[in-house]
């Protein structure tokens, strides 16, 4: 499904700040996989999502969706086979527009551009159907304006926006970051949901280490620009926040004393 061979990116090239943030990683995702991929800040997590999704180009190695190399594809022809929920619940949407005529736009990805970007008489029943399995009173909101939702209600549009038509690949960038605990929970079993119903082949950056154990059927860890820890199945299920420190001491060559500043428990 998605195929990564030899991805380099370096920012500032030539420059005193140059930074080598991919360093030739190897990457690939069968279909229906659920990946949580785990660093610190700076190991090229959000690097590789943004090239994933040609918010800039690599500057080397090969993206491939389904076999088509989307590498040099800009961001918005690649949209068609992307649906993206980012961290900040404020993008995503259209804040000026209604509830409705967002989904409208997100039913028409991968669409020929038209006029009729509005949402037609026959989608109010889908629409009023897939907000009522939010559970968040939404279904009766189909012409509240987005920007007058709370953040949790915002970023769980988001990820029906990017679910209502079957993506190829769905990112998730750390997209209950910015939440309460309370809210996030609700927003990941919506994850869950729509992941194992849709069998969507799924990357999702998160910085919570138990997040990342409990969701998905792969766990990814990445450090210096390298996947540096990749498990998957019976020992992914296995795994604890111990166990999962010490693949880090052993891949890495070195003790890790300080988990909090890889990433959070909590």
């Known amino acids: 499904m998605l195929e990564i061979v030899g991805l380099e990116k370096t920012f ?9 943030a991919l360093r030739g990683v190897n990457l690939k995702l069968n279909e229906g996989d659920f990946v949580t991929v785990i660093g610190s800040n700076g190991s090229g997590k959000s690097t590789l999502m943004n090239c994933i999704a040609g918010v800039f180009f690599a500057d080397k190695g090969t993206i491939k969706i389904e076999g088509v190399d989307v590498g040099r594809m800009p961001e918005h022809i690649r949209a068609r086979y992307i649906g ?20 409208a ?17 026959e989608d109010e029943a ?18 509240a304006r987005i920007g007058t ?4 209600q915002r970023q769980a549009i988001t990820l029906l926006m990017a679910t209502l038509v079957k993506p190829k690949l769905l990112l998730l960038d750390e997209h209950t970051a910015a939440l309460d605990p309370k809210t996030a929970e609700k927003v990941l079993a919506l994850t869950q949901k729509k992941v194992t119903e849709g069998n969507l082949t799924t ?12 969701y998905g059927n792969r ?9 540096l820890i990749d498990v998957k199945g019976e020992q992914k299920k296995n795994l604890t926040i111990k166990s999962l420190l010490e693949l880090f001491e052993k891949a890495s060559g070195s003790e890790f ?6 990433l959070t428990v909590d």
């Open 257 to 262: 004393d300080n988990p909090e500043a890889l």
């Open 105 to 121: 736009m997100a039913k028409r990805r991968g669409q020929r551009l038209s006029l009729k970007w509005s949402a037609q008489p």
């Open 219 to 227: 766990l990814i860890m990445m450090h210096e620009g390298k996947v």
């Open 84 to 103: 993206r929920v980012f961290q900040d619940p404020m993008l995503g949407t259209a804040a000026d527009m209604q509830v409705e005529e967002n989904l």
């Open 12 to 20: 500032f090239k030539g420059t005193l700040n140059e930074k080598k």
């Open 126 to 143: 889908l629409f009023t159907e897939q907000l009522k399995e939010l559970n968040l009173g939404l279904e009766n909101r189909l012409t």
């Open 149 to 152: 939702l709370s953040g949790g």
């Open 203 to 214: 990357l999702m950056i998160t910085h919570n280490m138990r997040d990342a154990l409990a």
